[in-house]
């Protein structure tokens, strides 16, 4: 695990994360002086409601794995007889100003019984306390944060990079991103950012966290060779000078799922909050360009509707 000398984790190549200059110069500074490009705030994005009879109880071992799309990075994955939720963020505010563009498509009541929540990293629109709070299932999140869930009387187990866990006959592992983390003013890079593998019986998941594009992703395609589904983030990518350090955009995304070697790419991460300046319905638009620029098989690439439902053949049969 690589540190810098004041104890703040790096990426896996060494280099320093985003830093709080950087983040005044493109959220303060260049909105002073118009170099932002100026957006709707709102957009039509589609939603379905969810069909809560079938989420209600998670597939059995050898009958491969669901996954709903919750919003944002947020999902109710569901395998092996165990529903886990990643990034839940059920929440209609984020902060001052970030109102969901789309409702959430669930309450918290209306979630089966969770297993654990898995948490990417700090950064609000992924960690969201009131809904870990009304959800009550365990946490398992990187180093660094089980004093923020103390502080709310949350169970949390922390994990490094390439270090697993098991919820019933699930087997979760914590793998690298390149991104980085603050919550407060004082704690930057303090906890430890990073994705999910799921592994269950019939099936094995990838899910991206918060990320730029990094070699990381070949090294986790080879050591979890065979993945059913990759969810990838496309959207909060403008200005490229200053998101590019921290995430994807669509074409960047497409070659992470190439490098990961998966069998379907699912799309997440747009749409919900206007973070950033690209307009909101953009980056399926990219991303489908791009796919059809590839020549890649049509069928691999799934854009979920806010809500959706989507069943994994056991081991991509």
């Known amino acids: 695990m690589l540190r810098d000398s004041d104890g703040r984790f790096l990426n896996l190549d060494g280099s320093t994360p985003q830093t709080f200059s950087t983040v005044i110069q493109w959220a303060v500074v260049d909105r002073i002086y118009g170099r932002r490009r100026r957006t709707p705030k709102t957009a039509p994005v589609p939603s379905v409601a969810p069909d809560l009879d079938r989420i209600a109880v998670a597939p059995a071992p050898g009958q491969g794995a669901r996954l709903t799309w919750l919003g944002h990075a947020g999902w109710l994955v569901q395998l092996d007889g165990v529903s886990l939720l990643i990034d839940p963020v059920l929440s209609e505010t984020i902060g001052p100003g970030v109102r969901r563009n789309v409702p959430s498509p669930v309450s918290c009541s209306e979630l089966p019984a969770i297993a654990a929540q898995l948490v990417s990293h700090n950064h609000r629109d992924h960690l969201d306390l009131p809904t870990l709070a009304r959800v009550r299932a365990p946490i398992i999140s990187g180093l660094g944060h089980r004093s923020l869930f103390d502080a709310e009387s949350l169970s949390c187990s922390e994990l490094a990079w390439w270090e697993s866990t098991n919820v019933g006959p699930v087997r979760v592992t914590f793998v690298p991103a390149q991104h980085w983390s603050r919550r407060g003013l004082f704690d930057g890079n303090r906890m430890l950012w ?124």
Do not use: C
């Not at 019939?202 to 594009?213: L, M, V």
């Not at 959207?235 to 995304?253: I, R, S």
């Not at 980056?283 to 020549?295: I, N, Q």
């Open 194 to 317: 990073g994705g999910f593998v799921i592994e269950g019986s019939s099936a094995r998941i990838y899910h991206a966290g918060d990320t730029a594009w990094f070699a990381g992703f070949a090294e986790i395609g080879r050591r979890f060779p065979g993945l059913d589904a990759a969810m990838l983030p496309i959207g909060a990518y403008d200005p490229p000078w200053f998101m590019e350090k921290q995430h994807l955009n669509p074409e960047q995304a497409i070659q992470a799922f190439v490098d990961l070697g998966a069998r379907s790419f699912l799309a997440m991460h747009w749409g919900t909050f206007k973070l950033t300046d690209e307009p909101l319905g953009e980056p399926p638009v990219r991303l489908d360009a791009e796919w059809r620029r590839r020549d890649l098989p049509g069928d691999r690439k799934l854009v979920p509707a806010n809500g959706e439902t989507i069943d994994l053949p056991a081991n991509g049969a």
